[in-house]
């Protein structure tokens, strides 16, 4: 379905990732008619974030989807080893508070058709899908209403609304629309997705190496791997020419116990992701909102990307409620949105500009890393253990062993550090909730 069937609404939020849908759900469960414009047909689409934290997974509770989220194919994981050349450095989740000890890695598709079910139980919200923005109504100085492309039909249509949210991720056609532009901060890598088959044998949780020769993450996906390989900036063609030989070693190197399986690996099967930090001086114009990525794109390290989007969302639906209920929606209204979600983002984007200052992303040429002995689990199962071990470095000594960095090195002795390390990305710098007009929330 690429078009809705009203013609003006109580708003229109672009993008059907998580903090677009997380928004139209909390607004139409409180009553408010709003549509989501989705330019894809459907969720099912490889390599996206899938990390769901504690906070978000409260959230759920609170939504009354607690139970249906569990559910869901996923990975938990009760403690991460953050393993490096010199040692490894643990998150540990056992004593956070609430009901959730751990985190959720669920294919995002899942996670995404879960929110537009469960919102389309409630009569003020739309979905439309393969449903592209492709202009901005105004009037008076402010935006007023959307015109979008029904992309089954070939159609134009026109959507009213006194509040225009953009959801649309760091590549936003509304924030192009609305001439704004974000301050970038340096990444000095990007990203390279490929799926690997899983077999008897190989660990059994998320596996994160840092390496002299690189870094790679890899989530289990039951028969196969999610690995999200890190490169250096703009590199990816180079690591993927010549039948994508050196990213078939790189791997191999950080996971040896894929090496025999690699020589499978189609080139056309490796995607690429730019990463990029940025985040816009102003997230908002009169009658539009920019929130998640499309206000502020974050680095995938520690996942936290997908849940500081869906803190946006409930902040934005908390404080915005009453003006929706009104008709009418401020400058001021949209400015306190900012102003509660800006210092939380600007502390997780300079954590997440450190932590990349520390890990090596490589392009190829790079010399080999060390191999891993034992057959077991380089993740953390039930108990957290580990039954194999990684060797280090390459006794040629063609790398430098990469060290824990500073202050996780001299952090992790202290006995209470993985349980606050656990904490602080379990939940974030400020976790939102369902409080004061959203509270009465009561669906299942």
């Not at 901060?185 to 008897?200: G, N």
């Not at 028969?223 to 690591?239: C, E, N, S, V």
Request: hydrophobic content about 40%; glycine content about 12%; aromatic content about 6%.
């Amino acid at each position: 379905m690429g078009s809705i069937a009203r013609t003006s609404l109580s708003c229109v939020v672009a993008g059907g990732g998580p903090a677009g849908m997380v928004l139209g759900l909390l607004l139409a469960r409180s009553g408010v008619e709003v549509a989501v414009l989705e330019k894809y047909p459907d969720f099912l689409r490889d390599f996206r974030g899938d990390t769901v934290h504690a906070s978000t997974l409260g959230l759920l509770d609170q939504l009354g989807l607690g139970e249906r989220f569990a559910r869901l194919p996923q990975q938990r994981e009760r403690r991460l080893l953050m393993r490096f050349d010199d040692g490894a450095v643990a998150e540990d989740f056992t004593r956070l508070p609430g009901r959730h000890q751990h985190i959720a890695l669920v294919p995002q598709w899942d996670f995404l058709n879960l929110l537009a079910e469960a919102a389309s139980a409630s009569p003020g919200f739309h979905l439309a899908q393969n449903a592209e923005v492709t202009g901005l109504v105004s009037s008076g100085g402010r935006v007023t209403g959307v015109r979008y492309l029904d992309k089954d039909t070939g159609a134009t249509h026109r959507l009213d609304a006194p509040l225009v949210v953009a959801a649309d991720g760091r590549h936003s056609t509304v924030r192009d629309l609305l001439g704004l532009r974000p301050r970038a901060s340096a990444a000095p890598h990007d990203c390279l997705y490929v799926r690997v088959p899983r077999e008897e044998g190989d660990p059994e949780g998320t596996v994160l190496r840092f390496s002299s020769s690189g870094g790679l993450i890899m989530i289990n996906r039951g028969d196969y791997w999610q690995a999200a390989l890190l490169i250096g900036k703009g590199t990816a063609d180079a690591a993927r020419a010549g039948d994508a030989a050196w990213v078939r070693e790189t791997i191999a190197r950080l996971a040896p116990y894929t090496r025999e399986r690699m020589a499978g690996l189609d080139p056309h099967d490796i995607a690429a992701l730019r990463i990029r930090i940025d985040r816009l001086p102003r997230w908002w114009a009169p009658g539009a909102l920019l929130i998640g990525d499309a206000a502020h794109a974050m680095s995938p390290i520690a996942g936290v990307g997908i849940n500081l989007a869906i803190q946006d969302a409930v902040a934005a639906a908390r404080i915005l409620l009453p003006a929706l209920r009104r008709g009418h929606v401020t400058g001021r209204d949209l400015a306190r949105v900012q102003r509660r979600r800006q210092w939380p983002t600007v502390l997780t984007q300079f954590a997440q500009r450190r932590a990349q200052e520390s890990f090596v992303a490589t392009g190829p040429g790079t010399g080999p890393v060390g191999t891993w002995s034992g057959g077991g689990s380089t993740g953390a199962g039930a108990d957290g253990g580990s039954t194999g071990a990684w060797s280090g470095v390459d006794p040629t000594g063609s790398a430098e062993p990469l060290r824990v960095p500073q202050p996780l090195r001299t952090l992790r002795h202290w006995r209470g550090f993985p349980h606050l390390f656990g904490r602080i990305v379990a939940f974030g710098v400020r976790p939102e909730g369902l409080t004061g007009p959203l509270k009465p929330l009561r669906h299942a």
